[in-house]
């Protein structure tokens, strides 16, 4: 009789401290977006790069692929110098020899950036030394194949050597492959953006490519990255495709589903990857026999966007109303 008299006021006890918490409130959805169908103009030899922002439906900044040479990583404790694979960029680690000598390509072992973005897949990698508070160089001599542009006309060779990162400032300086023409420059970090560019034509000269990471979620462009032949070995190619914003942006492929299908609750099922190459170039394929690219429509990805929304996107074209290629045509839809 005891033992059932406690249990009853323990329930009741209960009871009542659970009618003392609010009950949680059901977070209403945000409404579905439109079914939004775009054109991004690469132009038919792939000359421009884009980059696109999906919730205000517009190319936020574009520019040549051939404007640049290399990247200067802008977080702050960011170091990475990469290539502008759009032109197929190659780089070689000639060691510590003298800056500003006369050097020729024979036997050089080169490298490219991959294209996930891994610190680790970088091809210049840690050119520096840390001493004290600053970033100072390990004295290696770059030699850079600047690589081709939109017809595949040679853009030549430069050696360069990264001298410091002090302060916010990379200290850098390069010459023609000869020796000839030597120059020095210096990029201040930006925190608004991903990387600073810098062309190596004539003088050199800083550009502003990117727009502020906070504005563009995907960049269309030419790139290039490793492949395997059928006995697995890696080479690079050049290929067409969509890389992501590397801020707070990550992708999840899916080919289970019909793109009209995908709903947010299938969000949580999905496994999403911050890959820059997660989009990539294979969402087509080129047939030998016919000559031409096609897309595959059945591929969708569902894109968690750096505001937090979820993008459902899938690819229905690769040519503009003239039969040019160079024009992806992307469908997408807020969930």
């Given at each position: 009789?005891?033992?059932t008299l406690r249990f009853v006021v323990l329930i009741a006890f209960?009871?009542?401290l659970t009618s003392c918490f609010k009950k949680d409130e059901?977070?209403?959805?945000?409404?579905?977006?439109d079914i939004v169908t775009d054109t991004i103009p690469m132009t038919i030899n792939y000359a421009y790069q884009l980059y696109f922002d999906l919730s205000g439906n517009e190319v936020v900044l574009k520019n040549r692929k051939t404007a640049s040479d290399l990247g200067f990583e802008c977080s702050p404790e960011g170091w990475k110098v990469i290539l502008n694979t759009a032109n197929f960029m190659k780089v070689a680690d000639k060691g510590t020899v003298p800056f500003g000598a006369k050097y020729d390509t024979a036997g050089l072992v080169w490298k490219f950036d991959k294209s996930d973005g891994n610190a680790d897949s970088n091809a210049v990698g840690r050119w520096f030394r840390v001493v004290g508070d600053d970033t100072v160089s390990n004295g290696h001599l770059y030699i850079l194949n600047r690589g081709i542009d939109e017809n595949a006309n040679s853009l030549g060779f430069s050696q360069v050597i990264f001298d410091s990162l002090r302060n916010g400032i990379y200290y850098f300086r390069f010459a023609d492959l000869s020796g000839a023409n030597p120059h020095s420059g210096r990029i201040q970090k930006d925190g608004t953006v991903n990387y600073l560019f810098y062309s190596l034509t004539g003088s050199g000269s800083l550009q502003q490519l990117e727009p502020s990471k906070d504005r563009y979620d995907l960049f269309f462009t030419q790139?290039?990255?490793l492949l395997f032949t059928d006995a697995g070995q890696a080479y690079p190619y050049l290929v067409t495709g969509v890389l992501i914003n590397p801020v707070n942006t990550e992708v999840a492929v899916?080919?289970?589903h019909s793109f009209t299908s995908i709903t947010y609750q299938d969000v949580s099922q999905l496994t999403f990857s911050n890959k820059l190459d997660v989009i990539g170039y294979d969402w087509k394929y080129y047939s030998s026999v016919t000559g031409a690219y096609t897309v595959r429509t059945g591929?969708?990805?569902?894109?968690?966007?750096?505001?937090?929304?979820?993008f459902r996107l899938r690819f229905i074209g690769f040519y503009n109303n003239k039969g040019e290629k160079g024009y992806p045509v992307?469908?997408?839809q807020r969930l």
């Open positions: 009789m005891i033992r209960v009871l009542m059901a977070i209403a959805p945000h409404p579905k977006g790139y290039s990255t899916d080919s289970v591929v969708n990805y569902v894109i968690h966007t750096r505001q937090g929304y979820y992307i469908e997408f």
